[in-house]
Nanobody, 128 residues
Framework: QVQLVESGGGLVQAGGSLRLSCAAS????????MGWFRQAPGKEREFVAA????????YYADSVKGRFTISRDNAKNTVYLQMNSLKPEDTAVFYC?????????????????????WGQGTQVTVSS
């Protein structure tokens, strides 16, 4: 059983920055590919970013490329999402997720079905 706890959300003006953290427990973190998703009010959950278990490969949704950076610290069992140049349309609940069965150390996925465990989410609100 893997537990994920997000933190770092909050209120920020457009153009500002936030760093989200997701702490994992109950498993071997270095074996998991990790992802970030978000869900805005009235919309479906969408992919944001993913990182392979080795940390070598990352992938981003087109809407956040150049603004967001995903990273991980396996010694701390934590994955991060650095968000810069935030826009009002980034407003959403952000979730981290763990894929316990990545195909290789360089594997990642943008598909929700690839992930086995999810955190409770952290609210990010961007005002103009």
């Amino acid at each position: 059983q893997v537990q994920l706890v997000e933190s770092g959300g909050g209120l920020v003006q457009a153009g500002g920055s936030l760093r989200l953290s997701c702490a994992a427990s109950g498993g071997t973190f270095s074996r998991y590919a990790m992802g970030w998703f978000r869900q805005a009010p009235g919309k479906e959950r969408e992919f944001v970013a993913a990182i392979s278990r080795s940390g070598v490969l990352t992938y981003y949704a087109d809407s956040v490329k150049g603004r967001f950076t995903i990273s991980r610290d396996n010694a701390k069992n934590t994955v991060y999402l650095q968000m810069n140049s935030l826009k009002p349309e980034d407003t959403a609940v952000f979730y981290c997720a763990a894929d316990l069965s990545p195909l290789s150390t360089s594997y990642y996925s943008a598909a929700e079905g690839s992930y086995d465990y999810w955190g409770q989410g952290t609210q990010v609100t961007v005002s103009s």
